[in-house]
């Protein structure tokens, strides 16, 4: 049998001091050898544990016979950011973790092989020409993130003028403002994005839902026949402990946005700043926490810690996160949970943590972090807060008859609110989630708003 190809990487030693992408792809001799390793399975366990449901083994067996655009048809058909997905799906817990040859062995590289052919696609400019039949109604998309941009290019192949409203001055949502340049690269993005506006998709930048304009204004005034609201969880959680407005800490959001979004780390050509100095705590476990820790690191810090309530094995983030933050010396500091943020001169130099240890099962099915008696000081110059995200309740606020639930997210029934004609998914919908869901949910929202206005 032969061994599962590794992608190249950058050294950790040079990656931990610059923006460059990390995972270098495929060649398309390794490509060849990887694809090879597929089983073709009679029954693809691949396919039913994607989101999207991808033809896997249609397009592995399109890239050995060489048919590398053939296989970016198939792919696109069900995915319309491959090279996005494939850089940032948690292909481990999806495709990869169903794959067969797991089993005895390692499962075929799925999300390598997805990203050599959206690549190659990009490189070579090909595109997939979608004849459109454009009818005479109208769909208001709001938020450019995964679940929008899902839902535009579903609405927008049924032949509705589709019009995205997007609140920041830049399109893609946590693909631009969230996850860094070194695991997503912007002109990525940019370019799967300019796919859409091919297909004919309008986009308008700079307008906030709930401010500029009411999703009243979108239906009466606009006369938007449907509206489709996938504005996302962008609103940070505290800690609530005492010492959080310290200078030095930040919310992970706005720290990895600054640097994202405003180009933090070129300041000061760029007008934003942010002051990371020596010793950087990150609180949390997920792929925003290890986005931050990998961004501080790279922004100079020379200590980086990542502190987490439970053990290494039940991090949330995506494996090869934990992985490229271990091996570029961002450090674990376990069972810990900060209760106090200490300052001196308004400026945080100490977190006092618990000690924690590990319980019984939750309905996660993860061990539950119990409080010991004992504490910890560590010394910090910042700490980046990254335990979680919930819905902006903007939308909400100027919308009282939109029904949303404790969390503020809008509560759905076939994707469609509690306003006949508008529909919600993604995070707004889920909470925090992952991209691959977030646009499996805008496209099935497409379908259903599509069946809406047939019957309408
Ligand atoms: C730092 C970070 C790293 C992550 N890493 C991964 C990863 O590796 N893999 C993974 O699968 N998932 C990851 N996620 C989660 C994933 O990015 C989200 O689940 C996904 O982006 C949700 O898509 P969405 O379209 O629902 O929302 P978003 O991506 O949040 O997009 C919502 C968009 O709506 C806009 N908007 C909000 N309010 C309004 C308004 N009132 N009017 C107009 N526009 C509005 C926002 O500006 C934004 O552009 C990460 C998240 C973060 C924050």
Redesign the pocket.
């Known amino acids: 049998m032969i061994n599962r190809v590794r992608m190249p990487e950058l050294d950790p030693n040079i990656r931990n001091k610059s923006f460059d992408e990390v995972a270098l792809g495929f060649s398309i001799e390794q490509v060849k050898i990887e694809a090879s390793r597929c089983l073709n399975c009679v029954n693809p366990r691949c396919v039913k544990a994607c989101p999207v449901n991808i033809d896997i083994p249609k397009f592995i067996q399109q890239i050995l016979s060489d048919n590398f655009k053939d296989a970016y048809c198939t792919i696109y058909q069900d995915n319309i950011l491959p090279s996005v997905c494939s850089r ?3 292909q481990e817990k999806q495709c990869e973790g169903a794959c067969v040859l797991g089993i005895k062995t390692e499962s075929v590289a799925i999300g390598s092989l997805e990203r050599f052919i959206g690549d190659y696609c990009l490189e070579n400019c090909f595109y997939k020409d979608e004849k459109i039949e454009d009818n005479n109604k109208a769909v208001a998309i ?8 899902a839902c535009a290019a579903q609405i927008r192949r049924y032949g509705y003028q589709t019009d995205v ?4 001055h830049e ?9 860094p340049e070194f ?1 997503l690269p912007k002109n990525i993005v940019d370019s799967e994005i300019d796919r859409l506006k091919k297909l004919g998709v309008n986009f308008y930048k700079n ?5 500029t304009l009411t999703l009243d204004q979108l239906i009466k005034e606009y006369k938007y026949d449907s509206v489709f609201i ?5 609103l940070p959680s505290s800690l609530g402990i005492k010492g959080e407005n310290l200078n030095g800490v930040y919310y ?2 706005e720290f ?1 946005t600054r640097v994202n979004l405003m180009k933090a780390n070129s300041f000061p050509s760029y007008a934003t700043p942010v002051k990371i100095k020596d010793i950087v705590a990150v609180v949390g476990g997920g ?2 926490a290890m ?2 820790a990998r961004t501080a690191k790279r922004l100079g810090a020379k200590k980086v810690y990542i502190i987490y309530r439970r053990d290494i094995n039940s991090l949330p983030a ?1 494996l090869e ?1 934990i992985h490229h933050a271990i091996e570029e010396g961002i450090e674990f500091k376990l069972l810990l949970n900060p209760v106090e943020i200490i300052g001196h001169n308004y400026e945080i130099n100490k977190i006092k943590c618990q000690v924690m240890e590990l319980g019984e099962k939750d309905q996660t099915g993860r061990q539950k972090p119990i409080p010991t008696n004992s504490f910890v000081d560590i010394d910090v110059d910042n700490l980046i807060i990254a335990i979680g ?1 919930s819905p ?1 309740p ?2 909400k606020k100027s919308t009282p008859e939109l029904l949303c639930d404790n969390w503020g997210r809008i509560i759905v029934n076939d994707y469609q609110t509690s306003i006949p004609g508008v529909f919600a ?4 919908v889920t909470g ?7 646009m499996g949910a ?1 496209k099935s929202a497409a379908i259903h708003i599509n069946k809406f206005l047939r019957n309408a």
């Open positions: 940032v799906c948690p709001v938020g450019s993130g995964p679940a929008g941009l409203y997007e609140a920041l399109f893609g949502g946590v693909l631009k403002y969230g996850i695991r307008v906030i839902i709930g401010k996938g504005s996302g969880a962008g992970a959001n990895l792929n925003v986005d931050a995506r996160e995200q902006n903007i939308i998914g993604g995070d707004i925090a989630a992952t991209v691959i869901l977030a805008g």
